[in-house]
T-cell receptor
Framework: NAGVTQTPKFQVLKTGQSMTLQCAQD?????MSWYRQDPGMGLRLIHY???????DQGEVPNGYNVSRSTTEDFPLRLLSAAPSQTSVYFC???????????FGSGTRLTVV | AQTVTQSQPEMSVQEAETVTLSCTYD???????LFWYKQPPSRQMILVIR??????QNATENRFSVNFQKAAKSFSLKISDSQLGDAAMYFC???????????????FGKGTLLTVNP
């Protein structure tokens, strides 16, 4: 099925550990983005990419790295996890000329 | 920078009745898109309805309709004949209509949790 695939769906990390949240889309969308959702805060943009090799920071980028080596994949890296990064993470994609976004199913990350 | 405000953290409605969720936004742009997203307990983000700012007519999708007041920068969602399956978190979101770069981003409100009582 076409769409945005996020893995894993759940993850528990210890403080200081690193991990990568995976995001892949098969719709040839140019624009991909990562959001985090926290209670009472809505969804906030972490990083985004407008094409392979092009990334930029969003509203809350600290503690996260991204890269975009292919159109399909946009992984989010936590280099040294902190309890403040406990959240639900969403990947979303769209393309020029479209107004709607396709969201992944989310990753619930807990940092202890 | 654009901002989106949802002033109702929680709302409740009786099954089969009508409820309106409020959303206001702030922007200096004249062309943009507005969205309502539904997030049920499954966590999936589901697009409910979208509105293009240059269109005067309010968008409608079955039991869902919006009241778009561009001058007042208001974008409320009306749910008619509420069903138990409508219970969810609802997010209002804004996106610029300009192309390129950060203009693709969605700016979200903090959400309204809707409870539907049987």
């Amino acid at each position: 099925n076409a769409g945005v695939t996020q893995t894993p769906k759940f993850q528990v990390l210890k403080t200081g550990q690193s991990m990568t949240l995976q995001c892949a889309q098969d719709m040839n969308h140019e624009y991909m983005s990562w959001y985090r959702q926290d209670p009472g805060m809505g969804l906030r943009l972490i990083h985004y990419s407008v094409g392979a090799g092009i990334t930029d920071q969003g509203e809350v980028p600290n503690g996260y790295n991204v890269s975009r080596s292919t159109t399909e994949d946009f992984p989010l890296r936590l280099l040294s996890a902190a309890p403040s990064q406990t959240s639900v993470y969403f990947c979303a994609s769209t393309e020029a000329g479209e107004t709607g976004y396709t969201f992944g199913s989310g990753t619930r990350l807990t940092v202890v | 920078a654009q901002t989106v405000t949802q002033s109702q953290p929680e709302m409740s409605v009786q099954e089969a009745e009508t409820v309106t969720l409020s959303c206001t936004y702030d922007t200096s742009e004249s062309d943009y898109y507005l969205f309502w997203y539904k997030q049920p307990p499954s966590r999936q983000m589901i697009l409910v309805i979208r509105q293009e700012a240059y269109k005067q007519q309010n968008a409608t999708e079955n039991r869902f309709s919006v009241n778009f007041q561009k001058a007042a920068k208001s974008f409320s969602l009306k749910i008619s004949d509420s069903q138990l399956g409508d219970a969810a978190m609802y997010f209002c979101a804004y996106r610029s209509a300009m192309g390129g770069g950060s203009n693709y981003k969605l700016t979200f409100g903090k959400g309204t949790l809707l409870t539907v009582n049987p």
